[in-house]
Structure formats: C-alpha cells, structure tokens
C-alpha cells in the first residue's frame, strides 16, 4: 500500500484452465475523483508499458472496472526491498 495505489499479487484467468500469477495495481478509490492524480496513474501505466528492458516489468493491461482504475503487470519472484 503507498500514497497513491496499492499492489497485490493476483491469477489472471482465462479459457481452457489458463492462468498466470500477475501483479495488480490499483488506484485509491478516494483518488479517482482527483483528475491530476488519475492522470499521474495512467501515465505511469502507459510509460510502463512502452518500455522493453530486462529490470522493468512488462505491462499487460490498463483498465477501469466498477469506478476503479488498475493495471496489471508481469510478476517477477524474487526477494523485495525490504528482505
């Protein structure tokens, strides 16, 4: 959870039993009504996703579902900075 969004670790599901472990971030739904911050998220998603390098996580998908704003992104394992 930060200022702005919160992260969590997700099953993208799909037809024939696929599934793939993702990441989601998800705007504050408080944030929604706040036209810079909204953009300042989408941004983010739409830079994300333009850039191809092996350190950055690839975007899958921008969305909007329920009044909520997410996007989702490759989920790398490994250790976070806090370990």
Known sequence: VGGMAEVYLAVAEGM?????????????????????????????????????????AEVYDIGHEGGEYFFTMEHVPGEDVRE
């Open 16 to 56: 024939a039993g696929f599934e793939k472990t993702v990441v989601l971030k998800r705007l504050h739904p408080e944030h929604t009504r706040d036209a810079e911050l909204l953009a300042m998220f989408l941004d983010e998603a739409r830079l994300m996703a333009r850039l191809r390098h092996p350190n950055i």
